[in-house]
Structure formats: structure tokens, C-alpha cells
């Protein structure tokens, strides 16, 4: 029997906390924890426990966990709804990224199929299965970016006193979580870019084709592509904007706490003698048994002036035939983003690197793209359209073109 919308939704308006309580249960619900929810969260005077119970199960809004079992669960599409209307989102993994990827694939072979043969039937559904995915696909887009944006300030609320080690392992377990599926999607080398290629090729051509008879979806369908290019582009830079200066401080505070440890470790195994000839200031051990003389202070300050056993070590920053490889490349990543301000704007940036830097090969090449694609004081934008082979010294890269300006 069908169920009016109308009562559906008023039942749920009047035990707006009783739903809540039974979605933030984890896993499922016995029958006897639903009625003793329903006996805190409801008001017995206007309806009857009992009444409350047939009504959740009349209306569907707990299902059985499987037929015949007396513990329930929350129909999900109520729990979708109340998580959309609490803010609770859940982020994408890379999983149902792959999903999604599949998901895409199928409707395209379909859609190429079906243009192939002539069948504007099945050209029509694979449109409006490639409609549905792409929207279910800017749906966790945003979920992603309000669950940053929540773990980001749960994060900076919370006072708990907690080592730094501890909190440098949330902040890497929250960019893992929820920047690292946005980079499959926005990679222009990625799996998922090139099926979205591949499927407005064939969107494309049924369009061209005359198969389909109504323009409107495959119309909608390209420019969902586009959209949610876009938007996954946005949604990865909000999460580095939030995350990465978290990371940033962490990292330094981690690498105090360890200069720290080995300083207590070496202090643990050597005698105290030797730690106050080496680290100890000699001025504190100057004898006063009366008034100091001008000797005495003279003889304390020298004490103090000269007091590190060695001169602080100079880090040489220019290179010669002793220099480790990786500085080297160090020094030559740090320098990118000066050098390519000088050329700003730059229509095709692989093109640029390639013809400036021929001496570097594939793998350097690539590390200069990445030093440059994070740099958060240039725009960078991708240009849709067929791939470009570009050669380097061992190699050769293929993408499409990049240009690059100030913001």
C-alpha cells in the first residue's frame, strides 16, 4: 500500500528527536531499545508508545535487518535525509569513486553501442543512468566539503590535552580521509578524467548522430561534466585551504617534540659532568662569596660570550661537484615559482617547463608540475580538449594543456 506523503512527513515532524536518537545509533536497533527510545523521546500524554511503534513500522521508517529479524535500521533514504538536514555528511572514499568510474563506463558502452546500432531507447537510458551517477557524484562532492569543513572545527574546539604526536596523526588521517579521494577525481591523468573524456566523446556523437530524439538530456549530461570538473577543482582547494596550515604547524611542533627527545635521550647517557662542560654556561658556576670584583664580571661575561664550544654549523647554499643530487633538486623545486613569475601569464605550462629545464627528465619534470599545480599564490586552469604529448630528456609526458596566471 502506497504511503501518503503528507502523513509520512507529518509523523516525522512531530518525533523529530525520536528519529534523531535512533540515526545516531550505531549499527542496528533491537525492538525493545526502539520502545525504550520512544518512552524518553516522545510525549505519552498525545500518543500511546504502542501507537508510536506500529507507526514507524506501518510508515517503513525502520525496515527489518533482514525478513523476519526483530532488529531494525533506519530506511536509508530517511537517513540520507536527516543527515542532509543535520549537516552530518559523510565523505567520499576512493571506493565509491571506483563505483562511480565503473558505473560511468557501463553507461558509455551502452551509449556507444546503442549508437552504433541505431537505438534511441537504449542510448536514452544510458543517459539518464550517466544523469543520475553524475548528480550522486556532486552530491558527495559537497558532503566532502562540509565534512572538512565540520572535522576542521571539531578539530580546533577540541581542548583535550593531547600529545603533539597524537594530533599530527588526525591531521594526516584527515587529509588520507578527505583530500586524497578529490585528488583522484581532479587528476588529470586519473582514471575518472579520462572516462568523462571518453563518455562526452560519446555523448557527443549520439547528439551528432541524430539518435536521440531529445537533445535535452545529453545536453544536461555535458554539462554536468563540466560542472563537476569544476566543483571537484573548488572542493579540493577549500580542503588544502583548511588543512594544510593545520599540517603545516603540526609537522614543525613534531619536529620541535623530536629535537626535544634526542636532547633528553643524550642527556640520559652522558655523565653530568660532560653535559655541564658542553651545555652548561660557565657564568652560573662563578664562586660569589662577596661583593664581585671587576675581575669577577669581566671574567663571568668572557665566560658567557664564549660560552658555545663550537661555531654554529653555516649551510653552504651554492652547489659544486660534492652536492648531493636530491639538494640540488631541492634547490631548483624552491626556485620554480620565482622564475616562473618572471613569465607570467603562460598559456601552456607543460610546454614552458619542457622547452626551459630540457636537461631534467620525466620523473623531475613531474615534480615540478606538482610544485607548481599546489602553489597557492597562482591560478592554475586545465583546458578540456585532446591530450598533448610533450618530450623530455628520457622520456615524454601526455596531458592536456595547462595555463597558469596570477590571481
Known amino acids: ?33 526502539v520502545r525504550q527510545l520512544i518512552r524518553t523521546h516522545s510525549d505519552t500524554a498525545t500518543e500511546q508508545p504502542e501507537t508510536t511503534w506500529e507507526r514507524l513500522l506501518e510508515l517503513q521508517i525502520l525496515v527489518p535487518l533482514e525478513e523476519g529479524s526483530s532488529h531494525y535500521v533506519l530506511a536509508q533514504p ?23 568510474i565503473a558505473a560511468l563506463e557501463s553507461a558509455r558502452k551502452r551509449i556507444v553501442s546503442g549508437t552504433q546500432a541505431f537505438d534511441a531507447l537504449s542510448v536514452g537510458l544510458a543517459a539518464t543512468e550517466v544523469d543520475h551517477t553524475l548528480r550522486r557524484m556532486q552530491e558527495d562532492l559537497d558532503a566532502t566539503h562540509r565534512a572538512v569543513m565540520a572535522e576542521v572545527a571539531r578539530y580546533k574546539a577540541d581542548r583535550s590535552s593531547v600529545s603533539v604526536r597524537e594530533r599530527y596523526l588526525r591531521i594526516v588521517r584527515l587529509m588520507d580521509q578527505y583530500v586524497k579521494p578529490l585528488v583522484d577525481i581532479v587528476r588529470v591523468d586519473g582514471q575518472l578524467v579520462e572516462t568523462l573524456n571518453e563518455l562526452d566523446v560519446a555523448l557527443h556523437a549520439a547528439r551528432e548522430g541524430g539518435i536521440f530524439a531529445e537533445l535535452a538530456p545529453l545536453l544536461r549530461n555535458e554539462r554536468q561534466i563540466r560542472a563537476l570538473r569544476r566543483r571537484a577543482i573548488h572542493t579540493l582547494n577549500e580542503s588544502r585551504k583548511e588543512l594544510q596550515p593545520l599540517y603545516e604547524v603540526l609537522r614543525r611542533s613534531s619536529a620541535i617534540a623530536h629535537g626535544a627527545t634526542l636532547a633528553l635521550s643524550r642527556l640520559r647517557h652522558m655523565k ?17 662569596e662577596s661583593p664581585p670584583t671587576d675581575a669577577v664580571i669581566k671574567r663571568t661575561v668572557h665566560h658567557v660570550a664564549a660560552h658555545p664550544p663550537q661555531p654554529q654549523p653555516a ?93
Open 1 to 33: 500500500m502506497p504511503i501518503q506523503p503528507k502523513r509520512f512527513f507529518d509523523f516525522c515532524a512531530s518525533h523529530v528527536p525520536l528519529l534523531h536518537a535512533i540515526a545516531t545509533r550505531p549499527g542496528d536497533v533491537s525492538e525493545a531499545q
Open 272 to 288: 653530568l659532568d660532560d653535559w655541564v662542560a658542553h651545555y652548561v654556561p660557565q657564568a652560573g658556576r662563578a664562586p660569589i
Open 78 to 100: 530517511l537517513l540520507q535525509l536527516m543527515n542532509y538536514l543535520h549537516d552530518d555528511a559523510v565523505p567520499t572514499s576512493p571506493e565509491i569513486i571506483q563505483g562511480y
Open 315 to 407: 649551510l653552504r647554499m651554492d652547489e659544486n661537484g660534492d652536492t648531493p643530487a636530491d639538494y640540488v633538486r631541492l634547490l631548483w623545486l624552491n626556485a620554480l615559482p620565482e622564475a616562473l613569475s618572471a613569465n607570467l601569464p603562460v598559456k601552456d605550462l607543460t610546454d614552458w617547463m619542457v622547452k626551459s629545464f630540457p636537461e631534467k627528465g620525466t620523473s623531475d619534470a613531474l615534480l615540478a608540475l606538482n610544485k607548481i599545480l599546489f602553489d597557492p599564490t597562482l591560478e592554475i586552469t586545465f583546458k578540456h580538449g585532446a591530450s598533448k604529448s610533450y618530450r623530455t630528456r628520457d622520456g615524454a609526458l601526455e596531458t592536456t594543456t595547462i595555463s597558469i596566471r596570477k590571481p
